[in-house]
């Protein structure tokens, strides 16, 4: 069975400070991996995704994540914090051979100024 | 590309009633899904087609949710005799599936409120 483990429901970080938000899958076959934001009463927007490519994946508004087998991890990071990245992170994983899109439960990042 | 949109973005409506959304994906995209999402939680997967064909069902959708695509392009999701459990955000998406990892994109979504 395929699903996502978000750890940290809430996230807050300094504006100009590192952002982590992890995310652990469990697949038994090789897996897609995504990360997506949502806004407030907004829908969700893809920020990046592997495809079993590059490791290191980069996505928009200077994020990357880095596929890491051996750990199943799929950790989104961000060097340095913008008030507008203050928003719900979703991350999703897909089975290469399945249809449906698993979600975890999301992660709140508040960016203090 | 104009996006995937969603109709109407909010749905006020009363115990016992139905309602119908509509989806419009990307033009190209022969794939379409719905999602349903609660506070505090990520999307749930509801049923998703191939061009007109329903092809997946998750056991979420009850007796009361019926969901179209008749001509491949846009979908509607009806809910019927809504209870106040239907309360949540409706999304849906669409991809394109042809190689490749078949990465979504999201609507606006449409809030539902049953009272």
């Known amino acids: 069975a395929q699903s996502v483990t978000q750890l940290g429901s809430h996230v807050s970080v300094s504006e100009g400070a590192l952002v982590l938000l992890r995310c652990n899958y469990s697949?038994?076959?090789?897996?897609?991996l995504f990360w997506y934001v949502q806004y407030p009463n907004q829908g969700l927007q893809l920020l990046l995704k592997?495809?079993?490519?590059?490791?290191l994946v980069k996505g928009i508004n200077g994020f990357e994540a880095e596929f890491k087998k051996s750990e199943t991890s799929f950790h989104l990071t961000k060097p340095s914090a913008h008030m507008s990245d203050a928003a719900e992170y979703f991350c999703?994983?897909?089975?290469?051979?399945?249809?449906?899109?698993?979600f975890g439960t999301g992660t709140s990042l508040t960016v203090i100024p | 590309d104009t996006g995937v949109s969603q109709d109407p973005r909010h749905k006020i409506t009363k115990r016992g009633q139905n309602v119908t959304f509509r989806c419009d994906p990307i033009?190209?995209?022969?794939?379409l899904y719905w999602y349903r999402q609660t506070l505090g939680q990520g999307p749930e997967f509801l049923t998703y087609?191939?061009?007109?064909?329903?092809?997946?069902k998750s056991r979420l959708l009850s007796d009361r949710f019926s969901a179209e695509r008749p001509k491949g392009s846009f979908s509607t999701l009806e809910i019927q005799r809504t209870e106040q459990g239907d309360s949540a955000m409706y999304l849906c998406?669409?991809?394109?599936?042809?190689?490749?990892?078949?990465?979504?994109?999201f609507g606006p979504g449409t809030r539902l409120t049953v009272t």
């Open positions: 033009s190209e995209h022969n794939r």
């Open positions: 087609f191939q061009n007109e064909a329903q092809l997946e």
């Open positions: 998406a669409s991809s394109l599936v042809g190689g490749g990892a078949y990465e979504q994109y």
């Open positions: 697949s038994s076959v090789p897996p897609y």
């Open positions: 592997y495809t079993s490519a590059a490791t």
């Open positions: 999703a994983v897909r089975i290469n051979t399945g249809n449906q899109f698993y």
